[in-house]
């Protein structure tokens, strides 16, 4: 990792860290996991998705794309023993940011566009958490992947759970679409062949979800949910949610369908294998 020995550099990550904490104080949000100035339940949600993905890593080689600030990368590269990461993102800032604080010797970061990777044939993992609903050619984005990765390759990525089959107008402003659990898996299925299907929930809601309201107690309740509660899906406060905490485990249908997305929000995580050409 990075040290003082570049002053400009430790700077600007500085300056990027509280821009970070700026965001989440005043605007309760951040689209980016910066370690250490986030929510702790989002921390967790983050941490954890990349603790799976390393049971996939040992002597592989890796992509892992909108890496962001390059915390998972380096997760993967270190813990998960990857021959190599190569953590791609759009945004140079990040990349900036991962370069100073998160070099290893077998991790390296570059700006890159998800939709347009112009690789072929070079990873036996692809990596990609909270992406896919962000970008409005998505389909471009797995075909993309699929060109990537080798032959035997696999793609393991994350995505919220939509009540909706489609929704074409997510509350969250910086998502382009989200899809229910099962339509998410039929796109899926026309570019990858599924091999295990993951489940990242919150504690569950109550059945009887509180209607919409304009009050001011009701938007201090809102406020209140989206700091200490985050997570997709309608907005409502969860009721004794413990420590708020998702857990991951791998779906065999013991939740049903119906549940999820809405009184049982948050992410499925797929892992996929390239179609034999």
Not at 7 to 21: A, R, S
Not at 22 to 33: F, G, K, M, P, Y
Not at 53 to 67: G, P, R, S
Not at 145 to 173: H, Q, V, W
Request: with cysteine.
């Amino acid at each position: 990792m990075g040290s003082v020995s570049n002053p400009e550099e430790e700077i600007f990550c500085l300056k990027y860290e509280l821009d970070t904490l700026a965001n989440v104080l005043l605007r309760s949000e951040s689209e980016r996991w910066v370690p250490g100035y986030l929510q702790e339940k989002t921390e967790h949600s983050h941490i954890g998705r990349y603790n799976l993905a390393c049971n996939y890593t040992n002597n592989k080689q890796v992509i892992d794309i909108a890496c962001g600030v390059g915390k998972g990368s380096f997760t993967m590269g270190t813990k998960g023993k990857a021959t190599s990461v190569k953590g791609f993102d759009i945004q140079p800032e990040a990349i900036r940011y991962a370069k100073w604080r998160y070099s290893a010797p077998n991790v390296q970061f570059d700006i890159n566009n998800a939709e347009e990777l112009c690789i072929t044939n070079e990873f036996d993992l692809a990596v990609s958490f909270e992406t896919v609903e962000h970008l409005p050619n998505y389909r471009d984005f797995f075909a993309s992947i699929a060109n990537c990765l080798k032959p035997d390759g696999r793609f393991l990525l994350s995505t919220p759970i939509s009540p909706l089959s489609l929704d074409a107008s997510p509350a969250n402003p910086y998502h382009e679409q989200e899809w229910g659990f099962e339509k998410f898996q039929q796109v899926l299925s026309e570019y990858f062949e599924i091999e295990e299907v993951f489940v990242q929930l919150y504690p569950k809601l109550p059945d009887v979800l509180p209607a919409p309201s304009r009050s001011i107690l009701a938007r201090i309740g809102t406020k209140i949910k989206n700091t200490f509660f985050p997570g997709p899906g309608p907005v409502v406060i969860p009721v004794n949610p413990g420590n708020g905490f998702s857990t991951i485990e791998k779906y065999t249908g013991q939740y049903p369908l119906s549940e999820l997305g809405t009184t049982r929000q948050g992410y499925q995580i797929v892992l996929v294998k390239k179609k034999a050409a």
